[in-house]
C-alpha cells in the first residue's frame, strides 16, 4: 500500500515539472481586456466602409477687409477742410531735409481733405521729409493756444508706386508710415530769476510708426497728449505769434501721399478748442 503512494506521489511531480514555466524568462501573456479591445479594434477597421471621398484640405485663408477710413466720431470743432481752405497749412522753409512737397484740397469719395504729395528730383532716392507747418494764430483764438493739451489727426495714407519685394515680388501697398507731430511753443524761450526755463520754444509732441503692407490705402487716428502736461516748460504759450503745429514724415522708399483730416485741439479737461473760420484771423487784423 505504502509503495503504491509512493509511485503515485512520485508521477504526480514529474507531470507538474513538465507544465512548469521555464526558468529562463516569463512567457508572454494578454488579459482579456487587452485581447478584447484588440478584437475591437480590428473588428472596427474591418467593419468601417471606405470612404468615396478625399479628405477635406484645409481651406485658404479668408481675404482681409480693406481698412476703413472710419476711425472715430470726428469733433464739432475739428479742422475738416471742407470749406476748401488749407488753414494756413504750408512747407517748411528750405535749408535743412525737407522735401519739396505739393500741398492741395483733395476729395477722397467727395470727403474734402488735405494733400500732402512728395517731390524727389532723383526717382533712384527715398523720398525725403515732408513737413507741414499750422500756425495756431490762424487757427483759434490766441488766448486758447496756452490752454492746448491734448491735439488728433487723422491721416489717410495712399501708395502710388509697386513696392518691389527682395524676393522679386511687386505689391501696391502703403508701406511705412513713420513720423512726428510737433511744433513751435513760443517765439522765445522764458527763464525765471534763477534762470531755469520756465518756456521751451520747441517740442516734439509724440513719434509716431504705422504701417501697412498689404493694401494700398489706410487711415490712422494719430493722438497725444502735449508735454506740457508733464513738463511745463514744453507747453504751448498763449497769445504767442510763433506757436505753431507741425506734422513729419520720416523718409521712405516708395511714392506714397497723406491726406491730413480732422484736426481737434483739446484743453486739459477734454474739451475741444473752438476753431476759427477760415480767413477770419486775416480779417481781425484788417
Excluded at 82 to 94: A, K, L, V
Excluded at 147 to 170: K, M, P, Q, R, Y
Excluded at 190 to 219: S, V
Excluded at 220 to 228: A, F
Aim: hydrophobic content about 35%; proline content about 5%.
Amino acid at each position: 500500500m505504502k509503495t503504491r503512494m509512493i509511485i503515485a506521489l512520485l508521477a504526480a511531480l514529474t507531470l507538474c515539472g513538465c507544465t512548469a514555466a521555464p526558468q529562463n524568462g516569463v512567457s508572454p501573456t494578454k488579459t482579456d481586456g487587452e485581447s478584447s479591445a484588440i478584437e475591437s479594434v480590428a473588428e472596427s477597421e474591418d467593419a468601417a466602409p471606405a470612404s468615396s471621398e478625399a479628405p477635406e484640405e484645409s481651406s485658404e485663408e479668408e481675404e482681409k477687409e480693406p481698412p476703413t477710413r472710419d476711425v472715430g466720431a470726428v469733433d464739432p470743432n475739428a479742422i475738416t477742410f471742407d470749406d476748401g481752405d488749407m488753414h494756413s497749412g504750408h512747407q517748411m522753409g528750405e535749408g535743412g531735409d525737407e522735401a519739396d512737397i505739393e500741398l492741395s484740397i483733395a476729395e477722397l469719395d467727395g470727403d474734402k481733405k488735405l494733400k500732402v504729395h512728395v517731390l524727389r528730383d532723383d526717382p533712384a532716392a527715398d523720398f525725403g521729409v515732408p513737413k507741414i507747418v499750422f500756425n495756431l494764430p490762424k487757427m483759434m483764438d490766441k488766448a486758447r493756444i496756452g490752454d492746448i493739451a491734448h491735439i488728433s489727426v487723422d491721416f489717410t495714407c495712399v501708395g502710388n508706386e509697386l513696392w518691389h519685394n527682395d524676393d522679386g515680388t511687386e505689391s501696391l501697398v502703403v508701406g511705412n508710415f513713420y513720423g512726428a507731430l510737433m511744433g513751435n511753443l513760443a517765439s522765445e524761450k522764458g527763464k525765471d530769476a534763477d534762470g531755469n526755463i520756465t518756456q521751451n520754444t520747441w517740442a516734439t509732441h509724440l513719434e509716431f510708426k504705422h504701417e501697412d503692407w498689404e493694401f494700398p490705402e489706410h487711415t490712422w487716428r494719430i493722438e497725444t497728449d502735449v508735454p506740457g502736461n508733464k513738463i511745463p516748460a514744453n507747453g504751448y504759450a498763449a497769445n504767442d505769434d510763433g506757436t505753431t503745429l507741425v506734422i513729419m514724415r520720416w523718409p521712405q522708399k516708395n511714392d506714397a501721399d497723406f491726406y491730413i483730416d480732422n484736426i481737434t485741439f483739446y484743453d486739459k479737461d477734454g474739451n475741444s478748442i473752438p476753431m476759427l473760420a477760415a480767413g477770419a484771423e486775416e480779417q481781425a487784423a484788417e
